[in-house]
C-alpha cells in the first residue's frame, strides 16, 4: 500500500524535552511537508523540503527543527524553544510542481504536559 | 505571500439541504486552487483542484467549485447534502513558481440525518 506513515499516532511529552515525530513515504515523491492544525486555524507550514538535504522554513519555523537525509523520511523535531508546542501535526509529500496535490499522513497528536 | 480566507467556520444543514462554502484569496497573479476535505479520524483528502480552464471544476462525491478571477473566490458547492458529508473542508492556494501551499482556517460542515 502506496502512502505517508506517521508515527506515533499521539505522543505525550514534559514541558522542556525535545521530541521528535516520523514521518515516512512510499510514494517516490521528492516534496515533503509538515504543517501544524490548530483549531479554527487551519494549516500552518511548519517545514518544507523538496530534495535531499535541502529545506525551507515555512510560516512557524521557530522551534521546530527538521532534517532530510532520505527521499523517504522528513523527521520533524519540536524543540523545547517552541513556546506553544501541543498541538496535530500533519505531514505531508507531493510530486515537485505547484499543480500536484499533497497527500497527507494521518497526523500525530502531540501533547506537552 | 498569499493567503486564504473561510470565512464560515461552522456550518449546520439538514440532509438534501443545498450547500455553499465560501473562500476567498489574496494574491494578485496566477494561483492554483484546492479543496481538501478531512472527515473525522481520516486523513485529508483532495475534492478537487483548479489550474486553469472552465472555471467551473467538477470533483468527488458530487462536489463543484467555482473559480471567479474578479472576485479572488473559489467557492465550493453542492446541491444536496447527506450525512456523510459530515466533515471539515480546507480552501488551499499556492502559486505556480513554489510549492508553498496556504490553507484557509477550515469550515466544519455538520449534516443532520
Request: hydrophobic share 35%; aromatic share 14%; with cysteine.
Amino acid at each position: 500500500d502506496g502512502g505517508i506513515t506517521q508515527s506515533p499516532k499521539y505522543l505525550f511529552r514534559k514541558e522542556g524535552q525535545n521530541v521528535t515525530l516520523s514521518c515516512e513515504q512510499n510514494l517516490n515523491h521528492d516534496a515533503m511537508y509538515w504543517y501544524r492544525q490548530d483549531p479554527g486555524q487551519g494549516l500552518r507550514l511548519i517545514y518544507y523540503s523538496q530534495i535531499v538535504n535541502d529545506f525551507q522554513k515555512g510560516d512557524i519555523a521557530e522551534g521546530y527543527s527538521v532534517s532530510r537525509e532520505k527521499k523517504e523520511s522528513f523527521p520533524l523535531t519540536v524543540t523545547s524553544a517552541q513556546k506553544n508546542p501541543t498541538a496535530f501535526y500533519l505531514c505531508a509529500s507531493s510530486i515537485i510542481g505547484s499543480y500536484n496535490e499533497q497527500f497527507f499522513g494521518p497526523g500525530t497528536r502531540l501533547t506537552v504536559l | 505571500a498569499q493567503s486564504v480566507s473561510q470565512h464560515n467556520h461552522h456550518v449546520i444543514l439538514s440532509e438534501a439541504a443545498s450547500l455553499e462554502l465560501g473562500c476567498n484569496y489574496s494574491y494578485g497573479g496566477t494561483v492554483n486552487l484546492f479543496w481538501y476535505v478531512q472527515y473525522p479520524g481520516q486523513h485529508l483528502q483532495l475534492l478537487l483542484k483548479y489550474f486553469s480552464g472552465d472555471p467551473l471544476v467538477k470533483g468527488i462525491k458530487g462536489f463543484e467549485a467555482e473559480f471567479i478571477k474578479s472576485k479572488f473566490s473559489f467557492n465550493l458547492r453542492k446541491p444536496s447534502v447527506q450525512w456523510s458529508d459530515t466533515a471539515e473542508y480546507f480552501c488551499a492556494v499556492n502559486a505556480p513558481h513554489n510549492n508553498d501551499m496556504r490553507f484557509g482556517a477550515g469550515t466544519r460542515l455538520t449534516v443532520k440525518p
